[in-house]
């Protein structure tokens, strides 16, 4: 076994080259620890900066190179997301589930001409897509969406409501699960659509909410609810046919759910947390004295530890090819319960201080804590709650069934 | 043995809720919340009920109740979660002017808080956050007239609605004092912070000078009485906790019979039900240990490793509860007009106020006699 | 509100005349760690002393006066049980399921011929009684049970095997759950049996076990197979009627959820534990000096006091004529699991020196510590599972229905 | 990157599982538990696979192999798990003898011990149990021909079957040497202990006089060197935990196929599955930890961190892990013949061996800089 990446001259070459492009091209916008402070002039530096990187295939560096992707070995796409993580800057530097889960599930599951005709675009960054699937009345029980899409024509007719959608700024683009067959059986009634966002009958509002975190690399500032009345969208953008949305949905919630981290990093909050450890006081007394201080900050040590180590897992392995089953799953669910004890062993750590938003000067860290302590309770839903998670690893497990479930299709 | 309320409990519970039905809707405390409606604004109404006299002596214009009944109305308060300075006023600075207040100082502030026309916050913490006499590190230096404080306070409750706040300030070495200061005193300044938390503040103390009777009970060191006075004001924290636990409950309750999915309620999966046996766990524990600490205040028995179990366990369990409710709702937890987000925004809110978990799990071993060389 | 009992002079003179004639009565046992360690000949003294508290009424001192129970009230019971605590006496002063659940069950589902037949000689301690529930495949679901006892006649003709039975020392009875009816649906085809152990065709073995700890007042110092082969029962001894198995059985396991605390005492492991810490040492050091060892007893102690709480609410409720409904799972819960999560403080605290057994001179607590670690996890089972628990508080709450459970007659 | 197993780890592998198939069945293993056979009945084929010198270099007869691969075949063992003191001998006393000895007494003593022909325990832990150097009380007075040991050591893996014991022993104030004691010389008297452990016994000193040639390294104080040898071995024992908790797993997971209640398999329930997610996940967190600790040591990268946090993982895992397989099999599994109970037994045993997770959490803190005055 090898934990560690021993890099090839090549590589080390590759790694050069991008250093310098990025140096020369990357924009400085400001670390905002709360996405939603991020302004429209922002936005625009960062679709910029994506749509320079689309143009050399590095914005989805391991997407085929026939489609606008990079084609890059993992190795490779690895060194360029440390690149750019030297200035802080994700990949894609923007939410954008177009290539990291509908561009996948397009790639599988699309005919020639719609890999042909939406892939470019995703890939190069000209369009950035929301995911549209939760409604008011389907949350975890994804299958159960209401929303229509009936074929009339050449067109598909779409009438419905999602909720939790996207983030600031708005989508050229949007896919949805939909239901095409109001008469079909469960799992077989749904399609999987690629809606363009400026056709007339799309409405966006935005939604008051707790807070609206977004993983690293998909910050998404804000959630909105939009409505769909009497849409007309060309029956083209149906992907994988009707009555088999389901099925391309599994493309891309096996991606999700869990295997959405490319290169894994430590946790940020780690030093952020350590640094004000190692530096506060009370009473006059370094904070470190006290044994349970230390303990809290040992236990948010390792639950950051055990996550990189599973995402790390699951990414070494699906770069070797061996087949992920619970793996994903167990991963997520370890990140999303981890955020909650680490934010509870924060607050213990720093008092109410972990409380107080930036900019204020009160705030730890420049307000990531504060953000933090919202963010780890609404990451919990996200991507398939905790529960989700269990039954995904129960299944792939095979627990109390002798015929283990199958992960959905990658390739 | 009797663990049911009283008639007279249970009168004033119904009054209290009645109260609250009218003034202090979900929609209205939504509102609060979103900072579209003024937290003062329900200051007269919860006035007119007597309750912030609940723990002043009828010779001081208050209601003389004992301790569980002031759990009653606060275990009610806690169900909203009513935010403001009920429980600052009513509870904490009444007690910690009884407790460390001379006579005069007695009679000249708590018919005020009684009635409501004085609000008084208890401005003990500071950046260095924490609830032991060290942590206190802002000044009263003395003066031929009296005293200058300077320093800040931080996380005070109910700062901005305050005409009046309790200061612990060092008055010389180890030796801590309580003075009153009047919240429009020149050199202090207040504001609010932003964030999760709730209506706590920031309190500046720029060389405030105030006048020797400012010091409460004349005392240069007034640490131990006010600690006592903290220690009976945390268990009827606690109940305002419980009302919280059980809010939280109830609304997991309905939402588990209301929300269908996968073709049934989400109550009959069990991943569910164990979300919702937890809190009801945490609230049972918080509350009965709770109602044990506040029976003995009233009857005078040790209740030191009471009330900080109850304290532990209140504060901790509407913690948690908060949490598990959000694995219940999952997104619709997270939106503001549901209502839950002011549980989770109040559960951390006073989840270190009078003592963190830590402080009182310290303290509970300290009265069980776990201190080395105490065998 | 009130956490403590007042006695009036007239409980305070029954308690007087209790303590006199216990001292006068009873006999001196030791106090085994492990009550497989009990000998028959402390047995028979456990059984002598039963017949004369069973001759004052005092064995049962809470069921009725006709049937030679005690009549008195819940106060004078607990005065009683707290006068034979300083002997560290239980009541019944062995294993008698009996009177605790089978007592119950035939007061409120026998006939005026059962009562006046079974109960006198259960409460005045003439017989000692076993439940025999469990067998290989009907585990916690009980109502799937095998055992067959099939009407011929007179008699029921008994078939089957139940595990996980009673105690050391044998039992004049046992009251069992079968099947009557093979051919009924699923809990209508159930009978409740008072069951003669002198019968032909009955075999005990007994089951080798990481251990077999037994509650507070109903040590039972092994487990047992019992063969059932032919046996021949006189029809007189079904409880309830024939098909109303499940109904009966659901007396006595609301009684056994939870509700089988008498009178409330603090958990003497606590102290025990405390002592232990605070004369020990490490390195020449005391052992409080280290902040988690504080924290871990006083997790300890808050386990044992909300346990202890909960148990002293529904006694109290119940006292008061309150109606249960969750109350008694929850308490019963919260002891399962507060006796895991003690055993593994105390293993943090004393490290391995739990784990030594009397009557080696490093076992700890005469051994009561050890006991206990094994205890801990053998008591998460009887009496259904901590899951089985978690059922009952569902289905009591409504959860997810809106239709609350409703409890097992009592009455 | 490659996170997979080598060919010459998996032909180890499955080496090493043909022989616990044909030598350490669950029958054996349960006989062994029930005292119907002894343990020292295996250490002939243990020993004639060559995994007790999987760590002793070739020069001294072993294999000279890395951690990883000890990590390969520990993890096998612990999946029965077959008790001995293959660990203690093999590893322990391999890596104390390896560090703290001289030329000569590793010449004279490791080609034994990987040959399988001494058996050696390590003598450290006494009544006021702890791994830290202040918690040895044990003393060695020098003689003029050496040295004379006296103390108790308590809870001492394997201490029966041992030919021969490293004895910790204060040399004079703080120090603390190491002794090579044959486990017949006269004054040492050993027994196992009876409970709910497995394997652990007293060891009496009693005034044993030894040579100067005893003492490791001849090195008066030699504690240091010890602390090394034993973070190394932590990493293989953390392996034989992994292995214990992979077992466990695999028993849920079969159970919970094959027990029907309710009509049909328990793992259909959401309770009983979140106990088997449960214990998956402790044993992943423990195997990946574990894995990267290894590789840490074999590559000579700093691997206290990762030592310290692994052996806690794994030890609280394993722990854990046995509670909920009992809870997924109920009565069944405190059946001794059922098999469970085995690693019940070991997890409990193992828990403090070679620090509790108390003892690695702190020193975790430690490598990690969370010392007050290290920023």
């Known amino acids: 076994m090898d934990f560690e990446l021993e890099w090839t001259p090549e590589q080390e070459a590759f790694r050069a080259e991008a250093r310098a492009w990025i140096e020369a091209n990357v924009p400085?916008?400001?670390?905002?620890?709360?996405?939603?402070?991020l302004t429209r002039e922002e936005y625009e530096l960062q679709r910029e900066f994506g749509r320079r990187l689309g143009a050399k295939g590095w914005l989805y560096p391991t997407m085929p190179?026939?489609?606008?992707?990079?084609?890059?070995?993992?190795?490779?796409?690895?060194?360029?997301?440390?690149?750019?993580?030297?200035y802080n800057m994700p990949l894609p530097p923007y939410y954008d589930t177009g290539g990291k889960l509908g561009g996948i599930a397009i790639l599988v599951w699309g005919t020639e001409e719609q890999k042909a005709h939406f892939l470019p675009m995703i890939l190069r960054g000209e369009i950035r897509t929301w995911q549209l699937l939760t409604e008011p009345e389907s949350g975890s029980d994804l299958a159960s969406v209401r929303t229509t899409a009936i074929r009339?024509?050449?067109?598909?007719?779409?009438?419905?409501?999602?909720?939790?959608?996207?983030?600031?700024?708005?989508?050229?683009?949007?896919?949805?699960?939909?239901?095409?067959?109001?008469?079909?059986p469960r799992h077989e009634n749904l399609g999987w659509l690629m809606m363009p966002m400026d056709l007339?009958?799309?409405?966006?509002?935005?939604?008051?909410?707790?807070?609206?975190?977004?993983?690293?690399?998909?910050?998404?500032?804000?959630?909105?609810?939009?409505?769909?009345?009497?849409?007309?969208?060309?029956?083209?953008?149906?992907?994988?046919?009707?009555?088999?949305?389901?099925?391309?949905?599994?493309?891309?919630?096996?991606?999700?759910?869990?295997?959405?981290?490319?290169?894994?990093?430590?946790?940020?909050?780690?030093?952020?947390?350590?640094?004000?450890?190692?530096?506060?006081?009370?009473?006059?007394?370094?904070?470190?004295?006290?044994?349970?201080?230390?303990?809290?900050?040992?236990?948010?040590?390792?639950?950051?530890?055990?996550?990189?180590l599973l995402h790390f897992r699951n990414y070494a392995w699906r770069g070797q090819g061996k087949q992920l089953t619970y793996e994903g799953a167990q991963a997520y669910l370890y990140q999303k319960r981890g955020q909650l004890s680490k934010a509870r062993a924060v607050l213990d750590v720093m008092g109410p201080q972990a409380l107080v938003e930036a900019p204020d000067e009160w705030a730890v860290a420049d307000g990531h804590v504060e953000v933090h302590q919202r963010g780890a309770i609404v990451d919990q839903h996200p991507g398939g709650t905790a529960e989700i998670q269990r039954v995904i690893i129960a299944r792939r497990l095979g627990i109390g069934r002798d015929v283990r479930e199958e992960p959905g299709r990658l390739r | 043995m009797d663990l049911?309320?009283?008639?007279?409990?249970?009168?004033?519970?119904?009054?209290i809720q009645d109260l609250l039905r009218r003034d202090f809707s979900k929609e209205m405390l939504v509102a609060i919340d979103a900072g579209t409606v003024d937290v003062a604004q329900g200051w007269p109404a919860l006035a007119s009920t007597g309750l912030l006299g609940s723990l002043v002596p009828e010779e001081h214009g208050g209601v003389g109740g004992s301790f569980s009944d002031a759990g009653v109305l606060f275990e009610e308060l806690g169900r909203g979660p009513v935010p403001g300075a009920h429980f600052s006023s009513g509870v904490f600075a009444a007690l910690v002017l009884q407790e460390c207040g001379s006579a005069d100082q007695q009679s000249a502030h708590l018919p005020a808080i009684a009635s409501g026309d004085a609000v008084f916050a208890v401005a003990v913490t500071e950046p260095e956050y924490g609830w032991e006499r060290g942590d206190v590190q802002a000044t009263a230096e003395r003066t031929p007239d009296g005293y200058t404080l300077s320093g800040v306070k931080l996380h005070v409750p109910d700062a901005l609605e305050a005409t009046h706040f309790l200061v612990a300030a060092r008055t010389g070495g180890e030796s801590v004092g309580l003075f009153i200061v009047p919240s429009d005193a020149p050199g202090v300044a207040c504001r609010t912070l932003p964030g999760l938390s709730t209506g706590l503040g920031e309190v500046l103390l720029d060389g405030v000078a105030i006048g020797e009777d400012a010091l409460l009970g004349g005392a240069s060191d007034g640490w131990d009485a006010f600690e006592r006075a903290m220690l009976r004001a945390t268990a009827v924290l606690s109940a305002y906790q419980v009302g919280g636990l059980e809010s939280v409950f109830q609304m997991c309750l309905e939402y588990s019979r209301t929300r269908r999915q996968f073709q049934q309620p989400i109550g009959r999966f069990q991943r569910v039900q164990d979300h919702i046996i937890d809190i009801v766990n945490h609230l049972d524990a918080a509350r009965w240990t709770t109602y044990e600490a506040l029976w003995k205040l009233d009857t005078g028995r040790p209740a030191e490793s009471g009330v900080h179990m109850a304290a532990a366990l209140a504060s901790e369990g509407y913690y948690l509860a908060c949490n598990a409710a959000h694995d219940v709702h999952a997104g619709v937890g997270i939106v503001r007009e549901y209502g839950l987000t002011l549980h989770t925004r109040m559960s951390r809110t006073l989840y270190h106020h009078l003592g963190s978990p830590r402080y009182h799990r310290r303290r509970l071993a300290g009265a069980l006699g776990l201190q080395p060389g105490l065998s």
């Open chain 1, 152 to 184: 009339d024509g050449d067109e598909y007719v779409v009438n419905g409501t999602k909720i939790f959608v996207g983030s600031s700024h708005g989508a050229e683009y949007s896919w949805m699960i939909v239901v095409t067959d109001p008469d079909a």
């Open chain 1, 200 to 308: 007339p009958g799309i409405t966006v509002e935005q939604m008051d909410l707790l807070f609206v975190g977004g993983e690293r690399g998909a910050a998404s500032g804000i959630k909105n609810t939009v409505y769909f009345d009497n849409v007309r969208v060309p029956a083209f953008n149906l992907v994988g046919g009707e009555g088999n949305g389901w099925k391309v949905a599994g493309t891309h919630l096996e991606i999700e759910h869990g295997l959405l981290r490319s290169a894994v990093r430590d946790d940020p909050l780690t030093e952020r947390v350590f640094d004000y450890a190692r530096n506060a006081k009370r009473g006059g007394r370094p904070l470190l004295e006290d044994q349970d201080v230390r303990d809290r900050l040992v236990d948010f040590y390792i639950d950051a530890e055990v996550t990189r």
């Open chain 1, 65 to 86: 190179a026939e489609y606008g992707g990079g084609g890059l070995s993992m190795e490779l796409a690895m060194a360029l997301e440390e690149e750019l993580d030297r």
């Open chain 2, 4 to 15: 049911l309320l009283n008639e007279q409990q249970r009168m004033l519970q119904s009054t």
């Open chain 1, 28 to 37: 400085s916008i400001p670390d905002h620890p709360d996405p939603a402070n």
